[in-house]
């Protein structure tokens, strides 16, 4: 896969975290930082859901959210306040797996043929949580939002 081509994917995901933030939500977001990663250990304090996909190359979506844009994104999802740490941590599944949803139809019509489906979204929650990517590139992303920054990697097996 070219450099050219794992951009295309990154900024699918890019502007499908947006979109779905905007259309869900009714919160705009700004990417304000992206870096390409590699090898690489990435910490992170809050909510991670992580999607991954196979198909015509295989990757793994990461979607890191504070507390504070999770009680947001429960209640707007819900239309109620949660007092229960499994209904949230399940909203997050549903927003990653609503992402990469999104991304993975933008990519498939852009490269067609490669017929790339998400697995079941897994979910994190705690502090200075750990995750180490081996064998995988692509770009670590971070967004502002009115409720804390927002991070995201999309990560592509090397030999794709």
């Not at 896969?1 to 919160?27: K, N, P, R």
């Not at 941590?89 to 998400?118: D, M, Q, W």
């Not at 200075?128 to 081996?134: A, C, E, I, P």
Request: proline share 4%; with cysteine.
């Amino acid at each position: 896969m070219s450099e050219a081509e794992i951009y295309e994917i990154v900024q699918d995901f890019i502007e499908a975290t947006q979109e779905v933030c905007v259309q869900l939500l009714g919160v705009g977001i700004r990417e304000i930082s992206k870096r390409e990663v590699e090898i690489s250990q990435i910490q992170f304090d809050g909510v991670v859901a992580v999607v991954g996909f196979s198909g015509g190359f295989s990757g793994r979506f990461w979607l890191g959210v504070p507390e504070s844009f999770l009680n947001m994104l429960y209640g707007t999802m819900s239309g109620h306040p949660s007092s229960s740490w499994e209904e949230q941590i399940l909203a997050v599944s549903e927003f990653g797996n609503l992402v990469a949803g999104h991304a993975l139809t933008r990519v498939n019509n852009r490269f067609p043929g490669k017929n790339v489906r998400p697995a079941p979204p897994s979910s994190f929650w705690g502090e200075r949580l750990v995750f180490f990517n081996f064998g995988m590139r692509g770009s670590h992303v971070v967004f502002e939002t009115p409720h804390g920054h927002v991070e995201m990697n999309i990560l592509l097996e090397e030999n794709a």
